[in-house]
T-cell receptor, first 111, second 114 residues
Framework: QKEVEQDPGPLSVPEGAIVSLNCTYS??????FMWYRQYSRKGPELLMY????GNKEDGRFTAQVDKSSKYISLFIRDSQPSDSATYLC???????????FGAGTRLAVHP | EAQVTQNPRYLITVTGKKLTVTCSQN?????MSWYRQDPGLGLRQIYY???????DKGDVPEGYKVSRKEKRNFPLILESPSPNQTSLYFC?????????????FGPGTRLTVT
């Protein structure tokens, strides 16, 4: 079993839709949860970062962590064509910098 | 501008011909790391370095070498490349744990080994 599982998609939605992206993880010791966004031909860049269970909101983006279920989600409201990218969840055990990435979900938002 | 730079961005080479991919960061970060990205597998860590002269293996280190002689530079060396090392490579840097877990990635190097 992989430490972090993420559906690779692709996911195609119309502009304005609410998008839900999800990951599951296997190790309950994981403490830090991140979402990176990667545009085509670019390196990943940090989008959201959270430490505890619950929700964290930043504009149109909401990151949700459920430690009891080992499940993390990213919601995008009012999706835009500029949101078209690959979204990678990343999890850190805590205490050092190693990140464990999901495979990434490719999202396309069409006008 | 704070950034991580990699060179070259694209490289096509033949089996067995030694190559080096350079990585440099201007943020004075202690931690640097190399990842490879393959379809369906995501980003996998090859090697990392916590500081100058301190390096350690990641999850997929076979066939790779690194060195950290200066804080800003972390080159990736393939002594004898093979076709299974065809991949997209990313260098990343960050502060030490307790300060931030955000990693800053370079633009990537697409390597093809024939």
């Amino acid at each position: 079993q992989k430490e972090v599982e993420q559906d690779p998609g692709p996911l195609s939605v119309p502009e304005g839709a609410i998008v839900s992206l999800n990951c599951t993880y296997s190790n309950s010791a994981f403490q830090y949860f991140m979402w990176y966004r990667q545009y085509s031909r670019k390196g990943p860049e940090l989008l959201m970062y959270t430490y505890s269970s619950g929700n964290k909101e930043d504009g149109r983006f909401t990151a949700q962590v459920d430690k009891s279920s080992k499940y993390i989600s990213l919601f995008i409201r009012d999706s835009q064509p500029s949101d078209s990218a690959t979204y990678l969840c990343a999890i850190a055990p805590g205490g050092y910098n190693k990140l464990i990435f999901g495979a990434g979900t490719r999202l396309a938002v069409h006008p | 501008e704070a950034q991580v730079t990699q060179n070259p961005r694209y490289l096509i080479t033949v089996t067995g011909k030694k190559l080096t991919v350079t990585c440099s960061q201007n943020m004075n970060h202690e931690y640097m790391s190399w990842y490879r990205q393959d379809p369906g597998l995501g980003l996998r860590q090859i090697y990392y370095s916590m500081n100058v002269e301190v390096t350690d293996k990641g999850d997929v280190p076979e066939g790779y070498k690194v060195s950290r002689k200066e804080k800003r530079n972390f080159p990736l060396i393939l002594e004898s490349p093979s076709p299974n090392q065809t991949s997209l490579y990313f260098c990343a840097s960050s502060s030490l744990p307790g300060e931030s877990y955000e990693q800053y990635f370079g633009p990537g190097t697409r390597l093809t080994v024939t």
